[in-house]
């Protein structure tokens, strides 16, 4: 394998998808924060604004948080093919 800077693609609906979830349930990004916390490096909310605006990228336990509170597959997450119903 070469050492170039070559990334791993990332979706480009995650952040979207992820606004949407809390926008869907309700909830401010503090609560949000606290729903997810159902794993030990579990995001605070301003952690939750930079998933949303997708300056970072969560973890897949985060993810999987998610897709757990917003009752989906992870694949309806991660995968710019599917959208949240």
């Known amino acids: 394998m070469g050492s170039g800077s070559r990334r791993r693609p990332v979706p480009k609906l995650l952040a979207k998808k992820l606004r949407r979830i809390r926008a869907e349930l ?9 729903l997810l916390a159902t794993q030990q490096s579990a995001p605070d909310g301003a952690m939750v604004s930079r998933f949303e605006r997708g300056e970072r990228e969560p973890n897949l336990f985060v993810i999987v948080a998610y897709a757990r ?9 991660i995968d710019d093919k599917l959208k949240l119903k």
């Open 69 to 77: 509170v917003a009752k989906v597959s992870t694949d309806v997450l």
């Open 26 to 34: 309700g909830v401010g990004q503090a609560e949000m924060a606290r």
